[in-house]
């Protein structure tokens, strides 16, 4: 069976998935799209050969499609979501899945009322090799205890359009996620440190921060952000336990030795250095779409990934810890 996708937003990101899908991953053929800009979507559909509709809406009812994509802004999100939900149809939502823990919260409650799990988030970092070896050797108690992550997420640089509060609820929430789901428990406060700032890009954004959470057992978990780092996109994570420590990777392929220096790439941005990870992850996801099963991060995920980085950005502009709100976990979601 070949699943007939419907993509809504295929602007950078969902045109990266649609050559993910059409070229290394099986199983899926994008076969509609619908866009806010509707030259976008005629221009997409023209060039893989589906069908451009006017809205997200007649995409979603469509009984062409199988399976939906959602690569818009997050905004946007919740009522796509939600339209997903109501037409029974499996829906993979790029993070986040929406920008507040409110919207979070009704599509949990439309996804209960409906029965079964449709919801997928898309928090990459989960099928990243080097994070699954991390986490296999965490849990595996070889180290003991986790104790405190150091983490590190580096843009070279970000737009104009990025405002302060992306920097906690854009960027950090791929460790808001990947941390919850390394340690397998829930942060309960947030807090904010603010460095000097750097003057080369806006004056509008705390670039960098650093946001630190604690864990329900009291692991720290310090997670540089800096947006405008210039040189690369750079992403590392160390975790210490009581009887050693694991990192990240560096993931440059090659090193080049000459005129008595070794160089090694920095990635360029999170399709260089998160490519595998992007193609495991929608190819799971196709594939439990094909075998009538739900993979990947849920809803649930979504939600509390969006209860903390509420934290992350009320601590951006109140001092001390703030403590993270979040609703006790459905059956639903166990
Ligand atoms: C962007 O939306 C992403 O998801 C990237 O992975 C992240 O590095 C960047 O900071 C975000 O703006």
Known sequence: MTVRIGMIGPGGMGQAHIERIHTVIAGGRVVAVSDIDPGRAQGVAARIGGTAYATSQELIESPDVDAVMICSFGPAHEVDVLACIAAGKPVFCEKPLTPTAAAALRIMDAEQAHGTRLVTVGFMRRFDASYREMKALLDSGELGE???????????????????????????????????????????????????????????????????LTSASGVRVDDEIFVNCQYGYDIRCEAVAERGTVSLSDHEVTSVRRAWAVTKKVARDHNDRFGGAFVTEVQEWISAVARGEHTGSTAWDGYAAACV??????????????????IERPAFYA
């Not at 104790?147 to 950090?172: E, F, K, S």
């Not at 941390?179 to 705390?206: C, N, Y």
Request: proline share 6%.
């Open 146 to 212: 986790t104790l405190m992550v150091h983490c590190a997420h580096r843009n070279p640089t970000v737009p104009q359009g990025y405002t302060w509060d992306m920097a906690i609820n854009d960027t950090a929430i791929h460790e808001v996620d990947a941390m919850r789901w390394l340690l397998g428990e829930e942060f309960i406060s947030a807090r904010v440190d603010t460095p000097k700032k750097t003057t080369l890009r806006f004056p509008h954004l705390q670039d960098p921060l650093v946001l630190i």
């Open 309 to 326: 980085c509420d934290a992350g950005v009320r601590a951006l502009t109140e001092d001390g810890e703030v403590a993270v709100k979040m």
